[in-house]
């Protein structure tokens, strides 16, 4: 490994289905670093934890952990309810594999950049299908009807497969809105599609309600909530990972787990990243919430 870190426990495993380790992890996140690299050295974070490997307890760390280094830099992050904690900033490639190295398995970003911690600079809707689903075109769907509706208002989009049974879809912001601002005009977009396609979307989260539809979820851009890394692993089987993907892969079928420790770094070799440029676009809100309700008044 090139990383500077000192890896403990190589061989403790981190994946028992796919015979991961945690020196297998580290290998990968060193590995991965350049593409993470935009997204983790501007954005304090949360950590997923999973001391005893997946499938067994794991925990969310917001604040710096007892025991890391000064050397890691830091955010102070206000509490709502008053106080604060400092959350790192995993923004070199020593920084993210030692994380790892403290059994860290996903790495949540936060919405704010470090030097501004009032206004978000991305806005992400989760689209979370019913449990147990196996036929994801719907949830392809669901992410290209956002973009639909974000086209209309004039605002391009990027989406990434979460891990697990969904897509996100992030829009780069100029920091410009509240957090208020941004999650009601996602909550607008959102209700938009349901008020739409009623039989297809929900602004229920919980399961009973909801049937089969698919729940457009809007809660992330709030103070103090966060989202997967791109490129970020999940404590899942077969470790897959938060990949981001171009519409036209989208469109041909792509799903939330389609890649995975086995084949993620074969696949950044060969293509090009689809979110290399993504901060070169940066919205405002600004009247688009006014063009917004005009499309309720045709619906």
Not at 84 to 100: G, I, K, R, T
Not at 274 to 292: F, N, T, V
Request: contains cysteine; glycine residues 6%; negative net charge.
């Amino acid at each position: 490994m090139s990383t500077d870190i000192e890896i403990s426990h190589e061989d403790a495993v981190v994946f028992p289905d796919a015979d991961i380790d945690k020196a297998g992890l580290v290998h990968y996140y060193e590995q991965i670093f350049a593409k993470m690299r935009p997204f983790l050295e501007r954005y304090p974070l949360a950590m997923k934890r999973y001391p005893d490997g997946v499938g067994e307890k794991g925990f969310f760390n917001k604040h710096i952990p007892k025991g890391f280094p000064d050397w890691i830099e830091r955010v102070r992050i206000p509490k709502k309810e008053g106080g604060d904690y400092e959350a790192p900033l995993l923004n070199s490639q020593d920084a993210l594999c030692l994380a790892v190295n403290q059994r860290m398995v996903t790495p949540h970003l936060y919405l704010f950049h470090h030097e501004d911690l009032k206004h978000p600079d991305r806005m992400v809707f989760d689209i979370d299908p019913p449990e147990g689903i196996r036929d994801f075109s719907a949830v392809r769907q669901a992410a290209l009807d956002i973009r639909s509706v974000l086209d209309t208002l004039d605002m391009q989009a990027w989406v990434q497969t979460t891990g697990s049974s969904g897509f996100h879809v992030w829009v780069p912001l100029d920091r410009s809105n509240s957090f208020d601002e941004v999650r009601s005009f996602a909550r607008g977009v959102a209700e938009y599609l349901v008020k739409k396609n009623p039989e297809d979307y929900t602004p229920q989260q919980q399961l009973d309600p909801r049937g089969e539809r698919i729940f457009l979820a809007v809660l992330r851009n709030s103070y103090g909530a966060s989202s997967v890394a791109p490129y970020g692993v999940r404590a899942r089987k077969g470790a897959p990972v938060a990949t981001p993907v171009d519409w036209e892969e989208l469109e041909q079928g792509a799903e939330p787990a389609d890649w995975h420790l086995g084949n993620i770094l074969n696949r950044v070799a060969r293509k090009d990243d689809p979110w290399e440029d993504i901060y070169r676009h940066r919205y405002a809100i600004g009247d688009r919430h006014h063009q917004l309700n005009e499309l309720y008044e045709d619906l």
